[in-house]
């Protein structure tokens, strides 16, 4: 089933993009996580509201790690090696 799965996807170039975009994703809770530091910094009364906006972003944050090890799997179905992007 995964050499159908990544056969579908376009050997591998999906998979590969998807690893590549890892990064991006984290940048963005990074960026998300400052910002929610500020808005609490700035109105402690919003402290509840920011921490839900946290989690939401760390939600999206963890999504993206999942697709990245799933896009790895992926790779490794089709060239027979795992190589884990370094975190």
Do not use: C
Not at 12 to 27: E, G, I, P, T, W
């Amino acid at each position: 089933p995964g050499r159908l799965f990544a056969a579908h996807i376009g050997e591998n170039s999906l998979a590969k993009a998807v690893q590549m975009h890892d990064d991006v994703v984290d940048n963005y809770f990074t960026r998300i996580k400052s910002g929610l530091i500020d808005m609490i910094a700035k109105n402690p009364a919003e402290g509840e509201y920011a921490l839900d906006l946290l989690m939401i972003a760390k939600y999206f944050e963890r999504i993206g790690d999942h697709a990245t090890n799933i896009a790895e799997w992926v790779e490794f179905s089709v060239t027979g090696s795992h190589n884990a992007i370094s975190s």
